[in-house]
C-alpha cells in the first residue's frame, strides 16, 4: 500500500516555526525527488519547496526563501519541511508528494504519489 503520511502541521503565530515531516511507505523513496506544495482556501495548489534524490539540490517558492527549508533522511524514507518566520500568508493545507524521477519537479504533473495533507494554519 502507497502511503505518504504527513505530519505537524497545528495552529501557531506569527513569527512561529514548524517542522513536517512526510514518511512514505510502499514506494520507492531514495531514488525520486520529493517535493512540497500547498493550498489555500480558494486557491490553486502551488510548489513550495523541491529536493532532489539525493538531498543536494534544492527548489523554493520566492514566498518562502529564506524562511523554509527542505530536507530529506533516504534511511528513514522521510522529508522534512522546517518553517521559520512563519506569516498569515502561509496558511493552507500543505501536501507532499513523490517526484515521477529523480530530477526536480516545480509543476504538479511531475509528482504522482500524494499524502493527504495537514494543515498549518498562522495567525497574526
Known amino acids: 500500500q502507497v502511503q505518504l503520511v504527513e505530519s505537524g502541521g497545528g495552529l501557531v503565530q506569527a513569527g512561529d516555526s514548524l517542522r513536517l515531516s512526510c514518511a512514505a511507505s510502499?514506494?520507492?523513496?531514495?531514488?525520486?525527488?520529493m517535493g512540497w506544495f500547498r493550498q489555500a482556501p480558494g486557491k490553486e495548489r502551488e510548489i513550495v519547496a523541491a529536493?532532489?534524490?539525493?538531498?543536494?539540490?534544492?527548489h523554493y517558492a520566492n514566498s518562502v526563501k529564506g524562511r523554509f527549508t527542505i530536507s530529506r533522511d533516504n534511511a528513514k524514507n522521510t522529508v522534512y519541511l522546517q518553517m521559520n518566520s512563519l506569516k498569515p500568508e502561509d496558511t493552507a493545507v500543505y501536501y507532499c508528494?513523490?517526484?515521477?524521477?529523480?530530477?526536480?519537479?516545480?509543476?504538479?504533473?511531475?509528482?504522482?504519489?500524494w499524502g493527504q495533507g495537514t494543515q498549518v494554519t498562522v495567525s497574526s
Open positions: 529536493i532532489n534524490w539525493s538531498g543536494d539540490s534544492t
Open positions: 510502499g514506494l520507492a523513496f531514495s531514488i525520486y525527488s
Open positions: 508528494a513523490r517526484a515521477r524521477s529523480s530530477v526536480i519537479g516545480i509543476t504538479i504533473d511531475q509528482y504522482d504519489y
